[in-house]
């Protein structure tokens, strides 16, 4: 197939995701990334609020925001930044919303927010893992 930038930009939104399975395969080499302290918690923060939107339904791209935030939070752990940490936990919550760090599902759901509880894990939010 001859696609060059100028026909990428034409194709429909099927025919675009028919094209990204087909150059999945050609890129397997892992990305690895180097970034600031505060890059990594501005980002963290970002996907926090991502995770709110209820358009995000895939479980795949919440798993992975969540494992994302995991990551950054180890760091500021290792540097025992404990403030940093409260500030990743808070991001996790709103008035009106609870999202749980461990699938990434979102609840509006007035009881779970209450309680901290995740409906999709059976668990409660803030039970603190190490
Ligand atoms: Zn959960």
Redesign the pocket.
């Known amino acids: 197939m001859d696609i060059n930038v100028y026909h990428v930009r034409d194709l429909s939104e099927e025919d675009l995701l028919e094209l990204i399975q087909l150059e999945f395969p050609q890129c397997e080499a892992a990305i690895e990334m180097h970034m600031h302290p505060i890059s990594a918690l501005q980002l963290a923060g970002l996907v926090q609020l991502a995770l709110r939107h209820p358009s995000v339904p895939d479980e795949d791209m919440r798993m992975t925001a969540v494992r994302f935030i995991d990551g950054v939070r180890a760091y500021f752990k290792e540097q025992d930044a404990l403030a940093i940490i409260e500030l990743i936990r808070r991001g996790y919550l709103t008035p009106t919303t609870l999202t ?6 979102c609840s509006y759901n007035r009881h779970d927010i209450q309680h901290n509880y ?4 059976h ?1 409660f ?1 803030d039970e603190v893992e190490s």
């Open positions: 749980c760090h461990r699938c990434g599902r995740c409906g999709a894990c668990r939010a």
